[in-house]
Nanobody
Framework: QSQLVESGGGLVQSGGSLRLSCAAS????????IGWFRQAPGKEREGVAC????????YYADSVKGRFTFSRDNAKNTVYLQMNSLKPEDTAVYYC????????????????????WGQGTQVTVSS
């Protein structure tokens, strides 16, 4: 059974750091574009970062650029989101996701382009 499992969330003070993990089972993660998304209560799901399966290029939302870093360990079939200089507005449930199709392409931060999602991990940043 194919699945994505996020971990690494928690409670952190403003200015702190967390590293989220997204582990895949049942399929090879790096064959697909991969996205990190977040959703705060009462808000729409927002694309945070993604990595392309065509050339490994990464893209970040303006709100996290310079603070978050997307990386991956193909041997562990896992991707990571290193989050530094966290702010209270980063508080949300964070998800990783992949699209159904694995053809080579640049990734996108549009959640509509992704079909398979993990269960999410809560990140709470206190002021």
């Amino acid at each position: 059974q194919s699945q994505l499992v996020e971990s690494g969330g928690g409670l952190v003070q403003s200015g702190g750091s967390l590293r989220l993990s997204c582990a895949a089972s049942g399929f090879t993660l790096h064959y697909y574009p991969i996205g990190w998304f977040r959703q705060a209560p009462g808000k729409e799901r927002e694309g945070v970062a993604c990595i392309s399966n065509s050339d490994g290029s990464t893209y970040y939302a303006d709100s996290v650029k310079g603070r978050f870093t997307f990386s991956r360990d193909n041997a562990k079939n896992t991707v990571y989101l290193q989050m530094n200089s966290l702010k209270p507005e980063d508080t949300a449930v964070y998800y990783c996701a992949v699209p159904r199709a694995r053809h080579l392409r640049l990734c996108t931060l549009s959640h509509e382009e992704y079909d398979y999602w993990g269960q999410g991990t809560q990140v709470t940043v206190s002021s």
